[in-house]
């Protein structure tokens, strides 16, 4: 079990909802379905009911979960972006909002805030930890939360080093103690109070989430990664984790989170090879990850740009940059697993697990790979309420 050296709480600032708008109730309101993804109440060690909210913030997305289950992982771009509340207050929320959420804009605070889909078409940023505090809200009301329960968040974390993981840190929960984690969206007022907030290294949870499909489901082609050393290869669209994990304990000093060898560096490179200004346009990203025949992106009713070949000559290059990274990391320690997850690790999986399989170690690919770490969270979460007195 991956253990902080300081146990962070957070407690929220609650704040009365302004005059005129107040707490709608659900009988009466266009959100009345709410409440269809009920969360898993959990028992703490101290015999208190808890709520555990899984967050994993990437580049490209923001994920959470209230009860570990895969369907149930909300998604939405990680785009975000600050409006005035008179834009918000304009917006005619369907019953059916769930289903497409691109209508999906909080009142937060004094001003309005647009997550999603809806931020994507504003033309917002994409951002891994702006306005997160947001967008866990988001989540929050999503799942239509209730207030009576504290939250245990767990949020995973790239890990440069340590120095580097404590100061993000802290600076994410400067941002969460500044918020009251309150928020109004379709005449509804909701409000999350949290209790606790643990930060994990990436690549950490998809290992603990991966040996729990292992246990649940007796999957005989999962080794059991409790007995044994174990490296996490995490690939995401801004950092390339490599973790390192002696019986399932987390070792610090070892693992790093890398840029430059990450999604997104393979995008800038198609981009820079085709002459493609923005290579984090979401056309290009999905022609890029798209499956091999399908490998085309279009911009604003252009003639369609196609990227096969490019990426047959460009992924076997980038690959060997990953290897020759990886290979430099290697710890001097014998290594018995490989957990291989994220989405840009799946996407060099192949050639990752040849050269693990040169080494004799045993791979396996985290299944969901872009959901594990959110997953794994969750049961963090618990795990960790079960410690509390």
């Known amino acids: 079990m991956y253990e902080e050296d300081d146990q962070i709480t957070t407690t929220t600032v609650q704040r009365r909802p302004a005059a005129g708008h107040g707490s709608v109730s659900a009988s009466n309101s266009k959100l009345s379905n709410v409440g269809i993804l009920n969360p898993e109440i959990v028992i703490g060690g101290d015999d208190k009911e808890y709520i555990i909210l899984s967050i994993d913030a990437s580049r490209t997305e923001f994920r959470a979960t209230v009860n570990g289950n895969e369907e149930?992982?909300?998604?939405?771009?990680?785009?975000?972006?600050?409006?005035?509340?008179?834009?918000?207050?304009?917006?005619?929320?369907?019953?059916?909002?769930r289903k497409h959420l691109d209508e999906f804009c909080l009142e937060w605070g004094d001003k309005g805030l647009a997550i999603g889909k809806v931020a994507v078409q504003m033309?917002?940023?994409?951002?891994?930890?702006?306005?997160?505090?947001?967008?866990?809200?988001?989540?929050?009301?999503?799942?239509?939360?209730?207030?009576?329960?504290?939250?245990?968040l767990v949020c995973s974390l790239p890990h440069p080093d340590p120095e580097e993981f404590k100061a993000t840190k802290e600076q994410l929960l400067q941002e969460l103690k500044g918020s009251?984690?309150?928020?109004?969206?379709?005449?509804?007022?909701?409000?999350?109070?949290?209790?606790?907030t643990f930060f994990v290294p990436e690549g950490y949870n998809a290992l603990l989430y991966t040996d729990k499909r292992r246990v649940q489901l007796d999957i005989k082609e999962i080794p059991n990664f409790n007995r044994g050393n174990t490296i996490v290869i995490d690939g995401g669209h801004e950092h390339l984790s490599f973790v390192l994990c002696e019986n399932m304990r987390f070792q610090?000093?070892?693992?790093k989170s890398l840029t430059g060898l990450s999604m997104c560096d393979f995008c800038a490179s198609i981009a820079e090879l085709k002459g493609i200004d923005n290579p984090e346009s979401p056309s290009l990203i999905n022609a890029i990850i798209a499956p091999p025949g399908k490998r085309k992106c279009k911009f604003r009713g252009g003639k369609p740009i196609d990227l096969e070949s490019d990426i047959e000559q460009l992924q076997p290059e980038f690959a060997r940059k990953i290897i020759n990274s990886f290979q430099e990391w290697f710890p001097d320690v014998e290594v018995d697993y490989a957990l291989i997850t994220g989405g840009s690790g799946f996407y060099f999986s192949r050639d990752l697990i040849e050269v693990l399989a040169e080494s004799e170690i045993q791979s396996v690919v985290a299944?969901?790979?872009?959901?594990?770490n959110?997953?794994?969270?969750?049961?963090?979460?618990?795990a960790r309420a079960l410690e509390f007195s």
Do not use: C
């Open 374 to 382: 959110v997953l794994g969270g969750f049961f963090y979460g618990k």
């Open 252 to 255: 610090s000093i070892v693992s």
């Open 180 to 196: 009251s984690l309150q928020a109004k969206f379709g005449g509804n007022s909701f409000e999350i109070k949290i209790a606790q």
């Open 367 to 372: 299944q969901p790979y872009r959901y594990s």
């Open 72 to 97: 149930d992982v909300f998604r939405v771009p990680s785009n975000s972006k600050k409006i005035p509340l008179t834009q918000v207050r304009a917006i005619n929320v369907s019953s059916d909002w």
């Open 123 to 152: 033309e917002a940023p994409q951002s891994k930890h702006e306005n997160l505090a947001g967008k866990i809200m988001a989540a929050a009301v999503y799942f239509n939360l209730p207030k009576d329960k504290p939250v245990i």
